[in-house]
């Protein structure tokens, strides 16, 4: 009884796609390489495509039950919507980013300020700039700005 | 040295966590984020103001000497990026 077959190229589709949506923000986000540019993910859903592609053919085969067709209709939406999640929080939602226009620019003095470090010490750029490291008077500092830890 | 609108508390268990020794400094009203025009309003988890990442190397004068302001947040700039720039500095 072919029709009785498990149509296993959409099953590996779906969990195809679930995988190249989840392993950028879990695995690839840490790799500079896979990071700057999703390509892995982007590859890892172009093969998804093919695996669904192929099971949706077999899926609408005339032979095939009607309950066959509906699952294999879900499945590949659901995975098409997951490709178009990827899209959305790596390349459109990233990028919803302030100008910053003005931003101290090159060759601009960066405007002095004072924060509370993690003991709750205020702490001046002016005197970062200004202490000895070992010693020695500091080349400079690197002022991280980031958004925060979730 | 890292800024954020983190409070002191939640830096430390950061630092605590990853193992960070550079000075983290705390901005909860986003002052001085403001003030660096950096502000990415309402994209706190609670919808509050945050900072969007960026990154300056500021020489021993105060003058900024290279600037990183990204256009996605997942892109930042590279360890071996920074460290060759600081290089530079004299």
């Not at chain 2, 950061?14 to 986003?30: H, N, W």
Request: aromatic fraction near 12%.
């Amino acid at each position: 009884m072919q029709a009785q077959r498990c149509n296993w190229p959409i099953w590996a589709g779906l969990l195809l796609s679930v995988s190249a949506l989840l392993s950028y923000f879990f695995v690839f986000v840490w790799f500079p390489v896979t990071r700057d540019f999703p390509w892995a993910n982007l590859l890892l859903f172009g093969i998804a495509a093919v695996l669904l592609l192929v099971g949706v053919r077999r899926a609408f085969a005339p032979e095939r039950p009607r309950r066959s067709k509906i699952a294999g209709a879900v499945l590949a939406t659901l995975s098409v919507a997951m490709c178009g999640c990827f899209v959305f929080a790596t390349f459109i939602m990233a990028r919803r980013l302030p100008a910053s226009h003005n931003a101290p620019q090159l060759g601009q003095k960066a405007p002095d300020f004072s924060l509370s470090d993690t003991h709750g010490k205020p702490v001046s750029l002016a005197e970062i700039l200004s202490s000895p490291v070992n010693g020695k008077a500091p080349k400079g500092v690197l002022l991280v700005f980031y958004r925060g830890s979730w | 040295m890292a800024i954020s609108v983190d409070t002191p508390e939640i830096s430390r268990d950061l630092c605590q966590k990853a193992g960070y020794t550079y000075t983290f400094l705390s901005d909860p009203k986003a002052d001085v984020i403001r003030r660096y025009d950096l502000v990415h309003a309402g994209a706190g988890i609670n919808g509050q103001d945050i900072a969007r990442p960026a990154e300056f190397l500021v020489d021993s004068s105060g003058t900024v000497r290279w600037v990183n302001l990204t256009e996605n947040y997942w892109v930042r700039a590279r360890p071996d990026q920074i460290i060759a720039m600081a290089k530079a500095l004299r």
